[in-house]
């Protein structure tokens, strides 16, 4: 037998929804039988006891269930899974990745070619949500809430990405992100050629092209297109001697005020600047040069920097992830 106390995060959902998730190993059907056997009861602050209850009933802060099952039962139920097999290129989480950690966030530098989600690309890897959950998990104090993601960034562009601990930030976060309030999101890409002019606006309309095959994902189309805002700044230009002429390098910072599927990507092709070792909007012939004599193995995009407001500590936070080793090794080389 086992009595547990239900906290915020687990507060505010289905008494069957919170015995799925606790019981991560349980069919519903089998939680279904525990509750109409009376072996699942619920007692809240103004009761004299334990009561059975209806799998819809809402549970709420400081109320107790318990559960009349063997305590082995219980282990068995509610133990962790193994993490899927990693491939030959998943690893572990590394901690140096950490940009910010408290109670309630979890920020963290994605590197390049890492799934931030495990349904990404039906890839079997382990994605880098995975690999939170787990390196967080002995710190965990919520019965059925795990780190879960407020955004995601593109499987080849590394950067900050923010997960949340706790369920109402991720609610407000999420609604925040949503919205386009309260959170500014600035990208540092390398990109080939020199900008039309040092600073500037982008809004030209995006459309998103479903079961695209022999096309891009996303194309410019005023007409049925969604309004997409990217600002832009020169940061630095380059010049590199390839084999046959001098071939300028701009690195461009970039806040973006919508958030489309290859918003940066698209926008920054438009002004005939696409970011170097872009396969799908790119030079191609210059991406192969440069993937052939620099090692350039990925699009050159950052998400660098992130400012938002902190519902925790009721304060905006402004946060940066330092650029990649390949990024920094490349700058270097190009200098």
């Not at 696409?274 to 799908?280: N, T």
Request: hydrophobic share 40%; glycine share 2%; aromatic share 12%.
């Amino acid at each position: 037998m086992q009595i547990l106390t239900i906290e915020e995060n687990d507060a505010h959902q289905r008494l069957d929804k919170f015995l799925k998730k606790f019981f991560i190993n349980a069919t519903r059907a089998l939680i279904y039988k525990f509750n109409r056997k009376s072996k699942i009861k619920v007692k809240q602050l103004w009761d004299d006891g334990f009561k059975k209850r209806d799998n819809e009933f809402k549970l709420w802060v400081w109320d107790e269930v318990k559960i009349f099952l063997s305590d082995k039962d219980i282990s068995e139920l509610s133990k962790k899974p193994v993490l899927k097999e990693r491939s030959f290129n998943s690893k572990p989480f590394n901690k140096k990745d950490i940009v910010f950690e408290d109670g309630d966030l979890f920020i963290v530098n994605k590197a390049s070619w890492v799934n931030v989600h495990p349904w990404d690309f039906k890839s079997k890897e382990v994605s880098l949500i995975q690999q939170v959950q787990d390196y967080l998990w002995e710190k965990l104090n919520s019965l059925t809430f795990i780190p879960s993601l407020i955004h995601r960034i593109d499987r080849d562009t590394s950067g900050i990405l923010m997960i949340a601990k706790k369920k109402q930030i991720l609610t407000q976060l999420v609604a925040d992100f949503k919205n386009h309030k309260k959170i500014k999101k600035t990208y540092l890409a390398i990109c080939f050629w020199k900008l039309p002019q040092k600073s500037g606006t982008i809004t030209k309309k995006l459309l998103r092209i479903e079961n695209a095959k022999n096309r891009n994902k996303v194309e410019i189309n005023e007409k049925e297109g969604k309004i997409a805002v990217s600002h832009y700044k020169l940061v630095k230009e380059y010049s590199v001697q390839t084999n046959n002429w001098p071939q300028n390098i701009s690195t461009i910072e970039i806040e973006i005020e919508t958030w489309r599927m290859h918003q940066i990507r698209v926008h920054l092709a438009s002004l005939k600047c696409p970011i170097v070792w872009d396969k799908a909007y790119g030079n191609k012939s210059l991406n192969y040069y440069f993937e052939r004599e620099f090692w350039v193995k990925r699009q050159m995009l950052h998400a660098y920097k992130i400012s938002f407001f902190h519902y925790g500590r009721k304060k905006q936070l402004d946060l940066t992830a330092k650029l990649k080793n390949d990024m920094e090794r490349f700058l270097k080389k190009i200098s």
